[in-house]
């Protein structure tokens, strides 16, 4: 059984095992460690310097007329006829199990990216319900295995070996039996538990000309000998020490990836491997169109703050003539204290000139903290407000009506500044999934990472492209991050790098405005001429900077 589950705030169990030619049982457990892009790891360490000591009130006349509350308009249906893609997962372990083996959370993973495409329909279910005739009527069936060597029907066994569209991750490839009909021969599955074998795992991932690492943690990978006269290897796996197995391989209808890559998913990773292979199992032609992509979006304008150091970022904007968005804060509080932009109109003032440079404004929650639901409610744009991060639950106060009325009122004071929000991001990119339907019923549009929940197993996703999730909402990429002490323009660059290789390709990154402030002091901080650098070198790599609001996702032909 397996529980290595990548971005979220739960750590599941991982099994290791001897392995023969036929797989034999469990013989050690040990727990795992948490993914590389938890979402702690963009905001924690975030602290907010005390309010801006020479802010001046503003007089009526400097501020915008109110905005008129213009309703964002809800997503269009399919503009083609729905396919229909199955995604079966592992039975989910008894509730006394000491580990949830993340399956059903995958397969909502999995869902997301197929809703690159507007007219996909995804039906899931755990694989015992799996019925006859399901693979061969869809347009294509995915199976990620998750519980080791669990009991797989027959009538989707024969359905495989017999051609029909299926796409096998993960465990239990094993118990098909002989497939050299197929051109596979499976071989053995490799467990690294140890920080040694962790270090000399198959953990580099080589497509398309490009090496996408594993992160280095407990981990296991099947290996398949694969028959190049009846197979095509599309990715390969390879160890510290050169040897290499295939990590991604197509028989005619059949697909198989040796692991899971929904663990441990992380910006430069083999999460992107399958992420733009969808396209190629869906049968997808039309990418060769597509062009290459950048979002640029300026995070946490809040009154608490200055603004000399937006009003340099966007001098850097003006000059380069990028288009961008930013998330706005629409109410500050500091110790307990309100300061509402009407009192700081020198950055009242900068945050209009954005808007005049064509900037689309977000909102960013309505506080940024826990003001009315949590004690201590900390500080503006350094707490989280959808989400009780300290005790890792929902907050007892928000429900889904509770939670419009407090949007709407966020939303009712950005209008009253002149300020029309057209997008939303969740304040550190968390909140209880049931929220969501609730945020959509708003913006159906956002821009963010997202953490999603199932059978007990919370986990976050990014997407390196456009995506209608299971919620129905559409979800903006962000998929590089933000510049932060240990995390520089190079990593970000880097990120950039790993996209690039795809089709259909997004750069989607954020900038907090105050690393540009005079008195900002460390590692991360920029200046105009090193901002200005990032921006072009992101548009060298083929990338072009587009406004937000044009963004949307595909049809399947």
Known sequence: MIGLLGLGTASLGMWAWAQASAPTAPASAGAAAPGANDSGTLFNGYR???PYRDRVAARPSQLWPA????????????????????????DPLPKSSAFRDGGSLHAILLANLLGQYDNVKVIRAPISQYKSGDAKNSLRTFYIGTVYDEKIPAEFMNEVKTGAPVTWMGYNIWKLGDIT??????????????????AGAYSAVTYKG??????????????????????????????AVGDAIPYLVRSKNFYFVADNPFLYIQPTGRYLVMADSLKTMLGDSGTATCKKRAILRLEDLTSLRGPQGLKDTLDVIEKLKVPFAMTVIPESYYGGVAYPWKGNIQSLQQVYRAVKLGGVVIQHGTTHNYHGLRDPEGNSAEEWELWDKENNRALDKLGPVSTQARIRQGRATLLSLGLRPR????PHYEAATELYPAINAIYPRVIERRMYAADGVR??????????????????????????????????????RANSALDCAYASFFVHPYLLESGHVGTDKLSKASLTALITSIQAQGYTFVDPLDITTRTLK
């Open 67 to 90: 905005a008129k509350d213009v309703p964002e308009p809800q997503l269009k249906p399919p503009s083609g006829p729905l396919k229909t893609v199955r995604v079966f997962y592992s």
């Open 48 to 50: 907010v310097s005390p």
């Open 210 to 239: 490009r090496v996408y690492n594993k992160y280095p943690a407990r981990q296991e990978i099947s290996e398949v000998r694969a028959d190049p006269a009846l197979t095509q290897t599309l990715a390969v796996a390879r160890s």
């Open 423 to 426: 997008l939303w991001t969740t």
């Open 181 to 198: 009909a197929l051109g596979l021969q499976y071989k053995s599955l490799h467990t690294a538990l140890t920080p040694g074998q962790i």
């Open 459 to 496: 986990g976050g996703q990014f997407f390196p492209y456009p995506v209608r999730d299971v919620y129905g909402t559409l979800v903006l990429p962000e998929n590089l991050g933000n510049i932060q002490k240990g995390y520089l323009s190079d990593s970000l660059l880097d990120a950039a």
